[in-house]
């Protein structure tokens, strides 16, 4: 019984490292590969190359890496008070109505983490219909006076 009890809570433990939900590498293709291999090329010795040539971001590239695998981002932010910044890529996808939100983290010019959203768009039509009722009572404020 107990060897049976050890072996779950082994199997358990296992089971929940390889469920972790932490991502080493992401991969979007932003850039074409001529920008990537042109980078390659001129930084032969890289640590990434292999990344940099796949459209690959990981933990540990310089801001220059990113740039290079990536592209420059849609949103750049920084604050005067601390030495973090971020940058926002926005990916687009037609076919799904959706967008997947990239928010990368660097702390001294070296990516620290990256955070991933999604926000999916079930339709991006306006409607309005005039025969429809207005929803929202109209609001009056007496002041006491009369106009003249």
Not at 77 to 101: A, C, F, M, T
Request: aromatic share 10%.
């Amino acid at each position: 019984m107990r060897t049976a009890a050890k072996v779950m809570a082994a199997l358990l433990f296992l089971s929940m490292i390889g469920c972790s939900g932490v991502s080493t590498v992401e991969r979007a293709e932003l850039t074409n590969v001529e920008s990537r291999e042109q980078f390659v090329a001129s930084h032969p010795g890289g640590a990434y190359c292999e990344n940099i040539r796949n459209g690959e971001i990981v933990r540990g590239m310089d801001i220059y890496e990113v740039i290079a695998s990536w592209g420059l981002p849609n949103v750049y932010l920084v604050s005067p008070k601390q030495p973090q910044e971020n940058w926002i890529y926005y990916v687009g996808d037609r076919d799904s109505h959706s967008i997947l939100i990239y928010t990368l983290t660097f702390n001294d010019n070296l990516l620290e983490d990256w955070e991933i959203d999604m926000k999916r768009f079930v339709d991006q039509r306006v409607v309005y219909d005039s025969e429809m009722p207005l929803r929202l009572p109209t609001r009056t404020i007496s002041t006491g006076t009369k106009r003249k």
